[in-house]
């Protein structure tokens, strides 16, 4: 193995960890440590570089929760199996940035009544002052119908937010703009079936608006078992083309990541399959605890993959805007029906969503947001956990906005996530769980509970819970 020796700049953007990270991952890829090999200690690493023991143990655990390397108890961290893909180009100095490419002025099922809401997740006098500006300055655009593909102010905003913040490659011609997820999956089965693609891959469990998506369109369905690491790669069909739908860097029912190495396996059975991969990146954002995870369509061919992306989760309930990025293929099929389509989200929230990001009042927010819902998270995780006694068990605690708890009580699922609902939090059945006859599942989602009432919230569920 060749020595670990990072050149490390002096820059106060791109901090130590994520410098070393970057260098150790670099090494992997290029093949200087090969698979099984032992990684130095912590300590003898941050003597060899003059690091500290913390940013060492930083550098590994972005390592680790890629899948780039494994540890092992009293032994330390090895270096995992990548295949020939590894050569693939992934952008490494991924954040969100305040920089702007591009002019705007060039470019111009819960009930919310019954649910809990905090007022700090977003400033609505920023958006409203994009809004108004919009209104006054550029009125004129408003007399004109959308467009079908999505206002090219907002096409080229999430282009450049895609590039520096997920490491996605596009042009605004690729990106696609609908009302929700399952309005931009239903025009995605047209050009499927365009392609001569009637076979869909959906991880079990799967999010039943895309299925209904597919399943009113008459795609053949096969659900694959999603594991700890993701989906099981070897379930897919072989010689079906098909597209596979998954959520690699934060799976809604098992919080699982996808290991990089899964990721370029999952690549090769689309390659070897002429299919397609449909990556939801949901919540891709929201990871608190270490940088986020690389996108799969930053991976080097991203002809293969159908980028998803929505605002739903860190803006504001009311504004139903998605996208997806497609591959130049499809993006060329788009073209040639994107008549037969009116647009179905706001003009107004387009151009203001558009204006919100290119002046940095997105990135800012979302900043905020992390550090938000990161204090939520290890809130109401520290609140059940102490307070219940031991018969709940929190999971899924570095990521997105909700929680996995698997609780041991005399109740049914259906009447926990009653108990639940009447308290504000909206909540699902997780039906992938695997659990003993006495426990039951339930995905509680945290981040509308306002911070100073996390305590009493998690007391009356706990109480509601017991009896």
């Known amino acids: 193995m060749k020595a670990i020796v990072p050149v490390l700049e002096e820059n106060k953007k791109k901090p130590y960890y994520l410098q070393l990270y970057n260098h ?7 093949g200087d440590i090969n698979a099984d090999e032992k990684l130095p200690s912590l300590r003898s690493l941050a003597k060899s570089t003059s690091l500290s023991i913390t940013t060492i143990e930083q550098a590994y655990n972005q390592l680790l929760v890629e899948g780039y390397i494994y540890s092992k108890a009293n032994s330390g961290y090895y270096v995992n199996s990548i295949n020939a893909f590894s050569n693939s180009t992934v952008r490494t100095d991924l954040s969100i940035s305040d920089e702007k490419v591009s002019s705007f002025e060039q470019t ?13 997740c977003f400033d609505f006098n920023k958006w409203k002052k994009c809004m108004n500006r919009v209104i006054n300055d ?25 590039y520096l913040s997920r490491g996605v490659e596009c042009s605004p011609a690729q990106i696609v703009i609908g009302a929700g997820t399952q309005q931009i999956t239903t025009q995605l089965a047209v050009l499927l079936r365009r392609q001569g693609i009637e076979h869909v891959a959906l991880e079990t469990p799967a ?20 594991t700890g690491k993701g989906l099981t790669i070897e379930k897919l069909p072989a ?8 959520s690699p860097s934060n799976n809604a029912f098992t919080g699982a990541v996808m290991p990089i190495s899964r990721r370029y396996e999952l690549i090769a059975w689309a390659n070897n399959n002429d ?19 690389p996108s799969l369509k930053s991976l080097n061919d991203s002809e293969r993959v159908i980028y ?3 605002f739903s989760s860190t803006l504001f309930a009311a504004v139903k805007i998605s996208y997806m990025v497609l591959p130049l293929s499809l993006s060329e099929e788009f073209n040639k029906i994107a008549h037969e389509y ?14 919100f990001m290119n002046t940095g009042y997105y990135q800012t927010h979302i900043k905020k947001l992390r550090k938000l819902y990161s204090s939520k998270l290890t809130k109401i995780a520290d609140e059940l956990s102490k307070q219940s006694d031991g018969f709940i068990n929190v999971r899924n605690t570095a990521s997105g906005i909700n929680i996995i708890v698997d609780v041991d009580s005399n109740k049914s699922t259906e009447e926990l996530k009653r108990d639940a609902e009447a308290l504000g939090i909206p909540a699902i059945i997780n039906q992938s769980a695997k659990l003993d006859s006495d426990t039951k599942s339930i995905i509680l989602y945290y981040n509308q509970i306002p911070l100073d009432e996390i305590s009493s919230v998690a007391a009356g569920l706990i109480s509601s819970w017991r009896s």
Not at 108 to 120: A, G, H, N, R
Not at 207 to 226: G, L, N
């Open 308 to 310: 998803l992306g929505s």
């Open 207 to 226: 999010y039943q608006p895309v299925k209904s998506a597919f399943r009113d369109r008459r795609f053949a369905i096969t659900e694959v078992p999603s």
């Open 108 to 120: 111009v099922t819960l009930e919310t009544s019954k649910m809990q809401y905090d007022t700090d």
């Open 239 to 246: 010689n079906i083309r098909t597209a596979a739908y998954v």
């Open 138 to 162: 550029f009125s004129y655009q408003l007399h004109f119908e959308g467009d079908p593909q999505g206002e090219l102010s907002l096409r080229n905003e999430i282009a450049n937010y895609l």
């Open 24 to 30: 150790i991952k670099r090494m992997i890829l290029d």
């Open 342 to 355: 009116s647009q179905t989200c706001s003009k107004l929230e387009q151009m203001t969503l558009a204006m």
């Open 275 to 293: 299919s397609y991969i449909i990556e939801d990146d949901y919540d891709s954002e929201l990871r608190y605890f270490g940088r986020p995870i």
